[in-house]
């Protein structure tokens, strides 16, 4: 069953969490029993692929010994070479089930959320090898943060020492009202985001380009504004989903859309897009890239190291969604505007050519808006793949 792909998953969700709201609005802990409600959600969700279930479980239990192995090494060594192996070890699973739908029809290792919960794994050997987690994780907690249900699919990409303040406090039945409020509206914001607004562009607008474009041009142009608003309210309402969910358990779990088509520049865009793995990607492959070669000195100018962490960033994050051209060409096109927006800030911190004013700011946004869209008609595939 897809995560919040039918009233029905709602329904159950429902169901299943009606304790934890009772118990929260009693100011008594629940984390105990919602640990048993994500085993019983995810059965729910790979019932239907016992393939995926198998895959999900063998690539749960390879991440959770790479993770505890690291943290006993890191306890006694520091060594790079160990520090590299496990991080590689750990993207194992992911690029090969990138690789493997090219050379066979069924893809063995890929399931749902591998994504998102290699992230995860990531992260955490990371964070360990920085010092930022020095106590090794309980196996209970660090299997319910990697597996925790309403984020799977697609995120949010939490970050542990986040989700286990989140796991340790004690929760009032004051603040849990708060919790819960809070996630009931970001529920009915998912309604009205995938549901209404999404489903409405899909169904009654692109579905039906051929009525309202004239000309081939037409139909490219009204297709590319269509499908990127579809993608931020589609996109957005899955978000919101996880995100109530998660309140109404108890986990805050981060935004991922923060009003990102009034985004001034591209900068301003991928810092409102898509946060969680933005972030991501900019915390533990731009700023470690970055590091790395002035750490090294094999590049003394600042502004090309960061234009190439650029390129690495979006060339990775294009490959990530996929090795077809629009996605690879999407991820350059993005390195593209973010190295010449850069160079363009450097300039004009120099020159004062743009002044910053409510004219211009509105000028920004528009001309941003109008890149933004191309990207996502890039990333449709629609510019290789004529018609709808």
């Not at 060594?79 to 069924?106: E, H, W």
């Amino acid at each position: 069953m897809t995560p919040y792909g039918s009233f029905t998953f709602f329904f159950i969700v429902a169901i299943l969490l009606a304790p934890t709201i009772i118990l929260g609005l009693q100011g008594k802990r629940f984390q105990t029993y919602n640990m048993f409600v994500t085993i019983l959600a995810l059965g729910l969700i790979f019932s239907s692929t016992l393939r995926g279930a198998i895959a999900l479980i063998l690539f749960t239990i390879w991440q959770v010994l790479l993770i505890k192995s690291y943290i006993a090494y890191r306890k006694k060594a520091n060594g790079n070479s160990i520090f590299y192996l496990a991080v590689i070890l750990s993207i194992l699973p992911l690029a090969l089930s990138k690789l493997m739908p090219y050379f066979s029809q069924v893809n063995l290792i890929g399931f749902l959320g591998i994504s998102y919960l290699t992230f995860k794994g990531i992260q955490l050997i990371m964070e360990t090898r920085d010092g930022l987690i020095k106590k090794d994780i309980p196996l209970s907690r660090l299997l319910y943060f990697i597996l925790f249900f309403p984020t799977i699919s697609s995120g949010p990409i939490d970050r542990y020492r986040r989700f286990e303040k989140n796991f340790q406090a004690e929760v009032t039945a004051d603040q849990y009202k708060l919790l819960l409020y809070q996630g009931i509206n970001k529920i009915f914001q998912g309604f009205l985001y995938k549901y209404i607004i999404g489903y409405s562009i899909n169904h009654f607008f692109i579905a039906k380009l051929r009525f309202y474009a004239h000309s081939q041009f037409e139909h490219q142009l009204y297709y590319m504004y269509s499908y990127s608003l579809y993608l931020f309210f589609d996109f957005a309402g899955y978000s919101a989903f996880a995100i109530g969910v998660s309140y109404i358990m108890g986990i805050k779990s981060p935004e991922n859309f923060n009003l990102p088509f009034i985004s001034r520049n591209i900068k301003d865009f991928w810092n409102r897009w898509h946060m969680s793995l933005s972030f991501w990607f900019r915390d533990f492959v731009y700023m470690r890239f970055v590091f790395w070669i002035m750490k090294k000195k094999w590049i003394k100018n600042r502004n090309l190291v960061s234009n190439l962490g650029y390129i690495l960033l979006f060339l990775l994050m294009g490959i990530w969604h996929g090795l077809e051209i629009q996605y690879i060409l999407y991820g350059i096109y993005h390195a593209l505007l973010m190295v010449i927006y850069n160079s363009f800030e450097r300039f004009n911190k120099k020159h004062k050519w743009w002044p910053q004013n409510k004219f211009t700011h509105a000028v920004a946004i528009i001309i941003t808006f109008h890149f933004v869209c191309f990207g996502f008609y890039i990333f449709s595939g629609q510019l290789f793949h004529k018609g709808v």
